[in-house]
């Protein structure tokens, strides 16, 4: 089940490096951790979820170019749990600034999925549940969704702020690996939670391997097994009122993860519209370390046993 708390979006700026100040302590903070091979992905989910007890912190940011508008640069923290092997939360705190225009936090999300089957198959289902509280001004493009266009961005901070979303969002996300490679889909639907609002419906898919599968004998930072590339490709499809690719935007995006021995993750994603609708350019870029133990820390914290 996913917590919803309503409030009213923060409409005041909210400076940059604040956001940043928040979220860098606990990426740097000293931690037994465990390295795992992340998936490149930005936009398209896998099966793989949170070892269970482990918190993994995360920042990320896309930069995107608008015609008709600023171009902006949105970021958002993630905070992801594992709290059992077939269930992962997490949490995202979003914000934007827009070049020649202002620095805003435009909400949260609170994100679950839960592996539908325990054993690996051939196909792997993992259900997919979202609630969003954002004002209109946020960009972060975690998905394309609906009618979604570059257009629908151009509008400045101060009127775009004015509007507030209550969104549920449902993915089924469908993923199988096959002799290293991991191929992805996520059909999509959303709903904005004001009775005359429509289902808007979307797609995310991918497909990514290592550069290598053979672990080096030596410990090493450049080591081809330390890659991860990929390719996704994902847009909106629609909605109950008008389902279709007219009036969308779609985007091709080659990935990359970079898996460090000292147990950091980078990815980078350059991502181009696929028609008028879209963006030009979407550079997203991203920086994650997980923290093993963490929930058992916490009990013990609190008196609680391991």
């Not at 889909?185 to 419906?201: G, R």
């Not at 990514?208 to 909106?236: D, H, I």
């Not at 950091?264 to 991203?286: A, E, I, P, V």
Request: charged fraction near 20%; aromatic fraction near 16%.
């Amino acid at each position: 089940m996913v917590a919803c708390f309503f409030f009213e979006p923060v409409q005041q700026k909210f400076p940059y490096f604040t956001f940043i100040a928040l979220i860098f302590p606990l990426l740097f903070c000293g931690s037994s951790l465990v390295l795992a091979q992340e998936s490149p992905f930005i936009v398209t989910y896998n099966h793989y979820l949170e070892e269970p007890g482990s918190l993994e912190v995360a920042y990320s940011s896309t930069f995107g170019t608008q015609r008709g508008g600023g171009d902006f640069h949105a970021f958002w923290a993630e905070f992801e749990y594992g709290a059992t092997a077939w269930w992962t939360t997490e949490l995202y705190l979003d914000g934007q600034t827009t070049v020649h225009d202002s620095t805003v936090f435009t909400g949260f999300r609170l994100e679950n999925r839960f592996r539908l089957l325990q054993r690996e198959h051939l196909v792997n289902p993992v259900l997919y549940v979202e609630y969003a509280q954002i004002s209109g001004a946020d960009k972060i493009l975690k998905e394309v969704e609906g009618h979604d266009v570059e257009s629908d961005f151009a509008d400045s901070n101060a009127a775009s702020r004015k509007e507030h979303k209550h969104e549920l969002e449902f993915k089924l996300l469908l993923s199988s690996t096959f002799k290293g490679w991991n191929v992805a889909v996520n059909p999509i639907v959303t709903k904005n939670l004001l009775p005359s609002e429509p289902w808007e419906f979307a797609y995310a898919i991918g497909a990514s391997r290592p550069l290598a599968f053979k672990a080096s004998s030596n410990r090493c930072n450049f080591c081809l097994e330390n890659f991860v590339t990929g390719l996704e490709m994902y847009g909106g499809l629609g909605d109950t009122q008008s389902a279709g690719l007219h009036d969308t935007s779609h985007y091709l995006a080659p990935v990359v993860a970079w898996n460090l021995p000292s147990d950091w993750t980078f990815r980078f994603s350059s991502g181009f519209g696929l028609n008028n609708n879209s963006h030009r350019l979407l550079l997203r870029w991203g920086v994650s370390r997980e923290f093993s133990g963490f929930g058992e820390m916490v009990r013990r914290l609190f008196g609680g046993r391991p």
